[in-house]
C-alpha cells in the first residue's frame, strides 16, 4: 500500500479511533457497527466484482454460513468463538471451492444466476432445519466475543473490534491488487482471453477470489451473530446479498475506497430516512417504510445514469475539477497582474 491509499488508511484509523468520543449515543454506535459489518462484505465483492470481473448474487449466502456457523458451534455445543470462526471460514472457503469451479465457468447473467441459486438453497435450509438452525424462530444464546479473556460487553467496544477489522481487511486488499495476483485479476477483468495468452490460469485465479472474498462475508456474518447473540434468516435472504451488490456499484465497483463509501451510504441512508419522515409529518407528508426501495431504486438509477464509476471516482474527478478552475482563475489573476505592473 503506498501513495494516496496510505493517506487514506490514516485518515480511516484516525476516523475509528476519534469517532467514538463523537459518536456516544449505543444506538447510532450499533448503526456503524451494522455499518463495519456491510463494509467488511463489501471489500470481498469488490474484489471479485471489480477487480476479478466476476458477479455473484450470493454473497448474503456466505454470511449467513458465517453466522449460523459460529452460532450453532457456540450456543449447542460451547465452542470457543473464535475457533466456530474459524470453522466457518473454513466451511466457506471449502464451499466456494466447490461452487466456484463450475459456476465460474460461466459467465455474465449465467453466473450471477448461479449464485442467486445458491443464495436461495442456503436460505430455505436456514428456514427449513428447524432442529439445527432454529428455523424462522431464530438462534439465541449465542456469546459476545472476548479477546484475551476480557469479553467486548460494550457498544464501543464492539465498535473499535469490528472496525480494526475493516480496516485489516483494507489493508489486505491493498496489498493483495499491488500484488502480482493482484495484477493477473485486473488483466482477467480486462480480457480472459489476453489473459490467458499471458500464461494466467484463469481458473485458479477466479476460484481463489472466489474463495477469499467468501472469507470477508463469512467473518462478516461471524461477527452479526456475536454482536447480536441472535440470529434468524431474515437478514440473510437474496435481497441482502443484492443490497450488497448495490453498496458497491454506488461506491465504485474498481475501487477499494469506493466499495466502502457505498456500503456507509447505504448502512446510513434508513436512518436519514427515518430522520427525514420525522419532519415530512409536521408539513402532513407521511413516508412510508415501503418507499426505501423505491429511493434505493432512485439512487442507483442517478448513479448508473450520471456517474457509472461510482460515488468515490465523481468526488475525485468532482475535486480534481475543482483544483484545476482555482489554479486557472489564480493563474489568470497572476497574469493579469504582472502585465498590469509592466505597463
Same mark, same amino acid.
Given at each position: 500500500?503506498?501513495?494516496?491509499?496510505?493517506?487514506?488508511?490514516?485518515?480511516?484509523?484516525?476516523?475509528?479511533?476519534? *469517532?467514538?468520543?463523537?459518536?456516544?449515543?449505543?444506538?447510532?454506535?450499533?448503526?456503524?457497527?451494522?455499518?463495519?459489518?456491510?463494509?467488511?462484505?463489501?471489500?470481498?465483492?469488490?474484489?471479485?466484482?471489480?477487480?476479478?470481473?466476476?458477479?455473484?448474487?450470493?454473497?448474503?449466502?456466505?454470511?449467513?454460513?458465517?453466522?449460523?456457523? %459460529?452460532?450453532?458451534?457456540?450456543?449447542?455445543?460451547?465452542?470457543?468463538?473464535?475457533?466456530?470462526?474459524?470453522?466457518?471460514?473454513?466451511?466457506?472457503?471449502?464451499?466456494?471451492?466447490?461452487?466456484?469451479?463450475?459456476?465460474?465457468?460461466?459467465?455474465?447473467?449465467?453466473?450471477?444466476?448461479?449464485?442467486?441459486?445458491?443464495?436461495?438453497?442456503?436460505?430455505?435450509?436456514?428456514?427449513?432445519?428447524?432442529?439445527?438452525?432454529?428455523?424462522?424462530?431464530?438462534?439465541?444464546? $449465542?456469546?459476545?466475543?472476548?479477546?484475551?479473556?476480557?469479553?467486548?460487553?460494550? @457498544?464501543?467496544?464492539?465498535?473499535?473490534?469490528?472496525?480494526?477489522?475493516?480496516?485489516?481487511?483494507?489493508?489486505?486488499?491493498?496489498?493483495?491488487?499491488?500484488?502480482?495476483?493482484?495484477?493477473?485479476?485486473?488483466? *482477467?477483468?480486462?480480457?480472459?482471453?489476453?489473459?490467458? %495468452?499471458?500464461?494466467?490460469?484463469?481458473? %485458479?485465479?477466479?476460484?481463489?477470489?472466489?474463495?477469499?472474498?467468501?472469507?470477508?462475508?463469512?467473518?462478516?456474518?461471524?461477527?452479526?451473530?456475536?454482536?447480536?447473540?441472535?440470529?434468524?434468516?431474515?437478514?440473510?435472504?437474496?435481497?441482502? %446479498?443484492?443490497? *450488497? $451488490?448495490?453498496?458497491?456499484?454506488?461506491?465504485? *465497483?474498481?475501487?477499494?475506497?469506493?466499495?466502502? $463509501?457505498?456500503?456507509?451510504?447505504?448502512?446510513?441512508?434508513?436512518?436519514?430516512?427515518?430522520?427525514?419522515? @420525522?419532519?415530512?409529518?409536521?408539513?402532513?407528508?407521511?413516508?412510508?417504510? @415501503?418507499?426505501?426501495?423505491?429511493?434505493?431504486?432512485?439512487?442507483?438509477?442517478?448513479?448508473?445514469?450520471?456517474?457509472?464509476?461510482?460515488?468515490?471516482?465523481?468526488?475525485?474527478?468532482?475535486?480534481?475539477?475543482?483544483?484545476?478552475?482555482?489554479?486557472?482563475?489564480?493563474?489568470?489573476?497572476?497574469?493579469?497582474?504582472?502585465?498590469?505592473?509592466?505597463?
Amino acid at each position: 500500500m503506498g501513495g494516496k491509499n496510505s493517506v487514506g488508511f490514516l485518515a480511516l484509523i484516525i476516523g475509528i479511533v476519534l *469517532l467514538p468520543f463523537f459518536v456516544t449515543n449505543d444506538y447510532y454506535l450499533g448503526v456503524l457497527i451494522f455499518t463495519a459489518f456491510n463494509c467488511l462484505a463489501c471489500i470481498g465483492l469488490c474484489l471479485l466484482m471489480g477487480y476479478a470481473g466476476q458477479i455473484s448474487i450470493g454473497h448474503g449466502a456466505f454470511i449467513a454460513i458465517g453466522a449460523y456457523t %459460529s452460532g450453532i458451534l457456540t450456543s449447542k455445543f460451547a465452542w470457543s468463538p473464535w475457533l466456530a470462526m474459524l470453522c466457518g471460514i473454513l466451511l466457506v472457503i471449502v464451499i466456494a471451492f466447490c461452487l466456484g469451479i463450475p459456476a465460474l465457468r460461466l459467465k455474465g447473467h449465467y453466473l450471477a444466476m448461479a449464485t442467486l441459486g445458491f443464495a436461495s438453497i442456503v436460505h430455505i435450509i436456514a428456514v427449513a432445519a428447524v432442529d439445527l438452525t432454529g428455523g424462522p424462530s431464530g438462534l439465541v444464546n $449465542i456469546p459476545r466475543l472476548d479477546l484475551f479473556g476480557y469479553v467486548l460487553n460494550s @457498544d464501543r467496544q464492539y465498535f473499535y473490534f469490528s472496525w480494526s477489522v475493516v480496516a485489516l481487511g483494507v489493508y489486505i486488499a491493498f496489498n493483495l491488487i499491488n500484488s502480482r495476483v493482484g495484477r493477473g485479476l485486473q488483466a *482477467l477483468h480486462g480480457s480472459e482471453d489476453a489473459a490467458s %495468452s499471458l500464461g494466467i490460469n484463469i481458473t %485458479s485465479y477466479k476460484v481463489q477470489i472466489f474463495m477469499l472474498s467468501a472469507v470477508f462475508a463469512s467473518i462478516s456474518g461471524s461477527l452479526y451473530a456475536y454482536y447480536m447473540n441472535y440470529i434468524d434468516p431474515g437478514p440473510f435472504d437474496v435481497s441482502h %446479498s443484492v443490497l *450488497l $451488490i448495490t453498496m458497491v456499484a454506488v461506491g465504485g *465497483l474498481h475501487n477499494i475506497w469506493g466499495a466502502m $463509501i457505498g456500503a456507509i451510504v447505504l448502512s446510513l441512508l434508513p436512518e436519514f430516512l427515518s430522520f427525514l419522515s @420525522d419532519y415530512l409529518q409536521v408539513f402532513g407528508i407521511e413516508y412510508q417504510p @415501503d418507499y426505501d426501495t423505491l429511493v434505493y431504486g432512485g439512487i442507483l438509477l442517478i448513479i448508473m445514469l450520471f456517474l457509472p464509476e461510482g460515488i468515490f471516482i465523481g468526488l475525485v474527478k468532482a475535486i480534481s475539477f475543482i483544483k484545476a478552475s482555482i489554479k486557472k482563475v489564480l493563474g489568470k489573476k497572476f497574469s493579469e497582474s504582472g502585465a498590469d505592473r509592466v505597463e
